[in-house]
């Protein structure tokens, strides 16, 4: 199969024409433009370099982008592509085939469900310095948490002499 290479002015359509994916497809056609592949090619490319970006998380370090952030990427490259097609007449039928099963081939990341148990509790240590640095009213709030462990929701609908139903039913 041939190169499918795009011209400029699909490009030039796709930037003016950004839709949802505004700030991604600019990013997207900017790349394209600076290394100016064959479209499959180019698709290759562009997912390399977005497997290859970190962020600096609150503590300085570098990590993986979230699912979230990958998946919106996928969205807007697909968006992008698909567009392109559209709105480029000299793509041929086949050309156009195989650059859509190209983007069929993308997959969404899953992202991560929950937060471990682990990192969601509080040790004593932990809540002992919360309670000491705390104003008093919030180290009361805390102390109250702890002993009772309801969530902050149950403890501030709570009211006084509310006791539980269950306990004076028996």
Known sequence: MGKVVVKSSPLEVLRDAAGPYAPQVRAFVE???GVEPDLREGI?????????RRRTDRSGRKVSY???WWNQQMKALKWSVRYMLDYAPTLTIPERWAVEQELKKLRRRSPKVG????????TLEELKTLEEKADPRLSLMIRFLEA???RVSEMLHAEVGQGSSRATDH
């Not at 290759?44 to 290859?52: F, P, T, V």
Request: charged residues 25%; aromatic residues 8%; contains cysteine.
């Open 44 to 52: 290759a490319a562009y997912l390399e370099d977005l497997k290859g």
């Open 148 to 150: 009772t462990s309801c």
């Open 66 to 68: 979230s699912p979230a």
């Open 115 to 122: 937060i471990a148990k682990a990192d969601r509790v509080p």
């Open 31 to 33: 790349y394209l433009k």
